[in-house]
């Protein structure tokens, strides 16, 4: 693996590129267009970049203890300092960014960018864990709307359904590293939880989500939205039941909430008219 791709590795592309898609395709929606989409879509990256590669700066010791041969920092693909000075640039970088749309919208993806470096630090193995997630994730969507030409407010559904949705990915994401990171001393809200506690967490946060984003927005549900609500009213039992049969392995249930959690997603992306 070369250099740049192992510190690529080290921003933890997957969800970071998901969370920039799913905001990119909901400015597209929300009425950006030409430059603005590229703007937004640069703007989000960058938050997803940030909080990546600080993590792994900061869990370097942590993922070399645990063995985690799947963090290029700690198989010695990419060098720890290589991957702070990436997350320091990215982190500075972020207001800039947002400077084009205007100083609310700056501030807006400022904020995002804090309280996600919050996670990775001080937040990550307190009880708090969850915070930086409902708070930055509400606020995606909210500098998607406040970046539109005339800076709406944004509704106060999209802002709540976002939160719903962080903190539920932040209790479906930490699940399948329960055990490696109580290995080695992290304590976040999931853990306290417990696998159980966790997979309802994460359940009950995207239902509401999904609840938020099929009644929020102004006149009746469309068909899709209930369809996209019933749906998630269905699977998230199912995944419960099915992880019960398997005497209690949580694969199942996980597959759930993803299921859900990707409904969520594609309802935001296709939620209307947002300003």
């Known amino acids: 693996m070369s250099r740049a791709l192992a510190l690529l590795r080290s921003a933890h592309p997957e969800p970071g590129g998901a969370v920039t898609l799913a905001m990119t395709l909901l400015g597209v929606g929300a009425g950006h267009r030409g430059w603005a989409i590229l703007g937004v879509a640069a703007a989000v990256g960058a938050t997803q970049l940030s909080v990546g590669w600080v993590n792994d700066w900061l869990d370097a010791d942590r993922?070399?203890?645990?063995?985690?041969?799947?963090?290029?920092?700690?198989r010695g693909a990419v060098s720890r300092r290589t991957v702070g000075i990436a997350g320091l640039l990215s982190s500075l970088v972020i207001p800039l960014l947002g400077l084009p749309f205007g100083w609310a919208a700056t501030l807006c993806i400022a904020l995002v960018g804090?309280?996600?470096?919050?996670?990775?630090?001080?937040?990550?193995?307190?009880?708090?864990?969850i915070v930086p997630y409902l708070v930055a994730f509400g606020l995606l969507p909210a500098f998607v709307v406040v970046a539109l030409p005339g800076h709406?407010?944004?509704?106060?559904?999209?802002?709540?359904?976002?939160?719903?949705?962080?903190?539920?990915?932040?209790?479906?994401?930490?699940?399948?590293?329960?055990?490696?990171?109580?290995?080695?001393?992290?304590?976040?809200?999931?853990?306290?939880?417990?696998?159980?506690?966790?997979?309802?967490?994460?359940?009950?946060?995207?239902?509401?989500?999904?609840?938020?984003?099929?009644?929020?927005?102004?006149?009746?549900?469309?068909?899709?939205?209930?369809?996209?609500?019933?749906?998630?009213?269905?699977?998230?039992?199912?995944?419960w039941y099915a992880a019960r049969r398997a005497h209690g392995r949580a694969v199942a249930m996980f597959r759930a909430v993803i299921l859900v959690a990707l409904i969520d997603v594609l309802l935001l992306i296709f939620s209307g008219p947002v300003a």
Not at 63 to 74: L, Q, S
Not at 114 to 129: H, I, R
């Open 114 to 129: 804090v309280f996600a470096l919050l996670y990775d630090w001080p937040l990550k193995s307190t009880a708090f864990s």
């Open 152 to 239: 709406p407010t944004p509704p106060v559904w999209l802002v709540a359904a976002g939160a719903l949705l962080g903190g539920g990915a932040h209790f479906a994401n930490v699940l399948p590293d329960l055990a490696d990171d109580a290995a080695t001393g992290v304590r976040g809200l999931p853990h306290r939880l417990g696998a159980t506690g966790s997979q309802i967490a994460a359940a009950v946060l995207l239902l509401g989500a999904t609840l938020a984003l099929v009644l929020g927005p102004p006149g009746p549900p469309s068909w899709s939205g209930w369809v996209a609500g019933a749906a998630a009213v269905v699977v998230l039992p199912l995944g």
């Open 63 to 74: 993922d070399r203890a645990a063995g985690r041969t799947d963090k290029p920092v700690a």
